[in-house]
Nanobody
Framework: QVQLVESGGGLVQAGGSLRLSCAAS????????MVWFRQAPGEQRELVAG???????YYTDSMKGRIIISRDNAKNTMYLQMNSLKPEDTAVYYC???????????????WGQGTQVTVSS
């Protein structure tokens, strides 16, 4: 099947930077949209940024100007460069991808297990 694995989370001081990665593997034919979400304790999961297969991007207003989303289609990997981090950015960050696998008849959405980002003040 298909797996998404996030990495790059950790503890950082306010004002610092982190780069998250999301690697997709398995029986993949193609990947369309790839999206980063985050979920803080007691909060609903929210969209952070997304990128289409053609490279078009979109960002949540709360992080616009501080983050850059990118992807390497040859590696089936998506990245999130986060700068000027704030304590309120603390959350578990999840990747989501719409994948057409080689065995499914339609594209399906897959989730990674999440990576913790903690920003200290």
């Amino acid at each position: 099947q298909v797996q998404l694995v996030e990495s790059g989370g950790g503890l950082v001081q306010a004002g610092g930077s982190l780069r998250l990665s999301c690697a997709a593997s398995g029986s993949i034919f193609s990947i369309s949209d790839m999206v980063w979400f985050r979920q803080a304790p007691g909060e609903q999961r929210e969209l952070v940024a997304g990128i289409t297969s053609g490279g078009s991007t979109y960002y949540t207003d709360s992080m616009k100007g501080r983050i850059i989303i990118s992807r390497d289609n040859a590696k089936n990997t998506m990245y999130l460069q986060m700068n000027s981090l704030k304590p309120e950015d603390t959350a578990v960050y999840y990747c989501n991808a719409k994948v057409q696998s080689r065995i499914a008849t339609i594209p399906l959405a897959y989730w990674g297990q999440g990576t913790q980002v903690t920003v200290s003040s």
